[in-house]
Every structure is written in structure tokens, then in C-alpha cells.
Nanobody, 124 residues
Framework: EVQLQAFGGGLVQTGGSLRLSCVAS????????IGWFRQVPGKEREGIAC????????YYSDSVEGRFTISSDNAEKTVYLQMNSLKPDDTAIYYC?????????????????WGQGTELTVSS
């Protein structure tokens, strides 16, 4: 069973940067995808970035493209989300998720395992 642990959230000022990490364990797949999602209480979960770890291909939502960068360290089984030029609208709980088919998608229903969230607050 794949297990994910996300961490790195915190409090940042507008315009600041932060990097989230997602560490995976129990992996027996080589071609898989990791996605980052975020959710504000009372709102729908939003997919923001996805990486196929084997191919290195990437996919971003319009809301973060150009500001956020997803990357992976395959040896460490870790996927990062570098977040720059942060805005108050980025405030949310951030989750990472595993998808065994390796599809580049931001649809949460296509992901198989989820980590616990890590909270980001961007102050104005």
C-alpha cells in the first residue's frame, strides 16, 4: 500500500515562497504520477499540479502555472511543490496524492492514495 506524507506548510507573507514536500513509501511502481491538490474549507478541492515521475512530464492548473513548480527526486521518493509569488488566495490545506497509472490529470477521482494535508496561510 502506497502511503504519502506531505509537509512544509506554514505562514508566509504575500509575495513570499515556500516549498512543500511529499514523501512516498510502499511504492512498487515505476511509472506513476503524484498530484498536488488544495482545499479551502467549504470549497471544492482543486488540483493544481501533477508530475509523471518516470517521464518527468508536468501539468499545472491555470491558477498556479508560472508561479508553482512541481519536481521529483526519485531516489528519495519525494515530490516537491515550489511555490513562489504567493497570494492570499493560495491559502488552503495542501494535499499530495498518488496515481498508479501515471496519467497527467488534476481530477481528484483519478488518484488512488492520499496523504494528510499540510496547511499554508498567506498573509496580506
Amino acid at each position: 500500500e502506497v502511503q504519502l506524507q506531505a509537509f512544509g506548510g506554514g505562514l508566509v507573507q504575500t509575495g513570499g515562497s515556500l516549498r512543500l514536500s511529499c514523501v512516498a513509501s510502499g511504492l512498487t511502481f515505476e511509472d506513476y504520477a503524484i498530484g498536488w491538490f488544495r482545499q479551502v474549507p467549504g470549497k471544492e478541492r482543486e488540483g493544481i499540479a501533477c508530475i509523471n515521475v518516470n517521464e518527468g512530464s508536468l501539468y499545472y492548473s491555470d491558477s498556479v502555472e508560472g508561479r508553482f513548480t512541481i519536481s521529483s527526486d526519485n531516489a528519495e521518493k519525494t515530490v516537491y511543490l515550489q511555490m513562489n509569488s504567493l497570494k492570499p488566495d493560495d491559502t488552503a490545506i495542501y494535499y499530495c496524492a498518488f496515481q498508479e497509472l501515471g496519467r497527467l490529470t488534476l481530477n481528484d477521482y483519478e488518484f488512488d492514495s492520499w496523504g494528510q494535508g499540510t496547511e499554508l496561510t498567506v498573509s496580506s
